[in-house]
Nanobody, 118 residues
């Protein structure tokens, strides 16, 4: 599985960005796609995920501001980020989880940097 992420950049507080991540390769049996973020010296933390069923999960601090969506035809997951705050500045990583019977396996894309600053 290869994951190509894009959409990061510099934005002012209160602004918006949309991250995209396209999966290619052995992408059958997808269970979940989503986004995590990580600051230097800290653990990678969940931002938002969307399951193959369509169920979505958000980290509490982004609820109401971020929206995750998926375009199945394009094998792409999006993260629309509105009302951005300086504390949202991080490297964002795309995540893809699939069933590889008898277990599951997760894959990571390259990070995309989001900087929220005036």
């Amino acid at each position: 599985v290869q994951l190509q992420a894009s959409g990061g950049g510099l934005v002012q507080p209160g602004g918006s960005l949309r991250l995209s991540c396209t999966a290619s390769g052995s992408i059958s049996n997808m269970i979940r796609m989503g986004w995590y973020r990580q600051s230097p010296g800290k653990q990678r933390e969940l931002v938002a995920t969307i399951d193959s069923s369509g169920d979505m999960n958000y980290e509490d601090s982004v609820k109401g501001r971020f929206t995750i969506s998926r375009d199945n035809a394009k094998n792409t997951v999006y993260l629309q980020m509105n009302s951005l705050k300086p504390e949202d500045s991080d490297v964002y990583y795309c995540y893809f989880k699939r069933s590889e019977w008898p277990r599951t396996r997760g894959y990571w894309g390259q990070g995309t940097l989001v900087t929220v600053s005036s």
